[in-house]
């Protein structure tokens, strides 16, 4: 009866107990946190892409062509670290976007690899963008 007693009382063990219990919580809700903000930055940075080569499209003669276009959004995301090939970058000129005739369109498509894709359903491993820019006359 003793022993009993004191194997009740002897809280040597509790917080590796306590520690083996929360633990396992903690890191998902940590990691997953941490995706979620790559996945946020992510498809902020493509919008940043999209917008920035719609813009290059209706400003710049340095976007004239397919292939310029193609390039400069290429070029553009990958100076922010993100690969993008020029067959995800789809380009339209003469567009009709938030109703301004005769803009200029983009669309980015990029896969978002992260383990965390594969554990939660629904979470898209594909990221879209999309932007325009009206052409100035």
Not at 26 to 51: I, K, N, P
Request: charged share 10%; proline share 4%.
């Amino acid at each position: 009866m003793k022993a009993r007693k004191s194997i009740f009382r002897c809280n040597s063990g509790a917080s590796m107990v306590e520690f083996a219990l929360i633990a396992p919580a903690f890191f998902m809700m940590l990691f997953g946190l941490v995706e979620f903000s790559r996945l946020a930055w992510m498809q902020q940075t493509l919008d940043e892409v999209a917008y920035s080569t719609a813009r290059c499209m209706s400003v710049q003669t340095s976007c004239s062509t397919l292939a310029t276009q193609r390039s400069h959004a290429v070029d553009r995301a990958a100076g922010y670290g993100i690969t993008v090939t020029s067959a995800n970058v789809t380009p339209a000129t003469n567009t009709t976007c938030k109703t301004y005739a005769g803009s200029n369109s983009v669309t980015i498509t990029a896969n978002f690899n992260s383990p965390v894709t594969g554990m939660i359903p629904g979470l898209s491993r594909t990221l879209t963008a999309r932007a325009c820019f009206p052409v100035l006359s």
